[in-house]
């Protein structure tokens, strides 16, 4: 009688640079510029005001760093700001705001071509309660990515 012979059975073989931790987007991706900016693409302004405060500088900061990373996206930079004012005042005021964050960007190396701004005053809320709480979210610059080639 024969030895029963078996197949020789290789162990699964991990590429360290495929292998992500639990619960990590891939890299590159847009979930992955969520969790590497820690989840919001917005930054937010004081009343009246389109300077950038500590917080939204260090934001924009891991903004800029994942941009100059990833360079297969362009991003539109959005301003908005909260219902209190004219029409014409507020997208006046977003423009500012969009354009402050847009400087920001470019002051840290990402390419100014990759860059459009938009500015949408007080027609896009993101809260609509009439009060601070209200006011003080719709205050803010938006960092919407977009695919390359995708307008």
């Known amino acids: 009688m024969e030895p029963e012979s078996r197949p020789e059975v290789l162990a699964p073989v991990q590429s360290p640079s495929t292998s992500l931790a639990p619960n990590q987007p891939f890299p590159g991706s847009l979930e992955d510029f969520a969790y590497s900016t ?6 937010y302004f004081s009343y009246d005001q389109f300077t950038l405060s500590a917080d939204a500088r260090q934001t924009l900061r891991q903004q800029a760093e994942w941009l100059n990373r990833y360079n297969s996206y362009t991003a539109v930079v959005e301003g908005h700001a909260d219902e209190r004012g004219t029409r014409q005042y507020n997208i006046a005021l977003g423009a500012r705001r969009a354009n402050s964050v847009k400087a920001f ?10 860059l459009t701004t938009v500015s949408y005053g007080k027609e896009r809320p993101i809260d609509g309660r009439s009060n601070e709480e209200g006011w003080a979210r719709n205050r803010n610059g938006y960092t919407n990515l977009r695919p390359v080639g995708q307008s």
Do not use: F, N
């Open 38 to 43: 820690g989840g919001d693409a917005r930054i």
């Open 105 to 114: 960007l470019v002051s840290q190396g990402v390419e100014p071509s990759r």
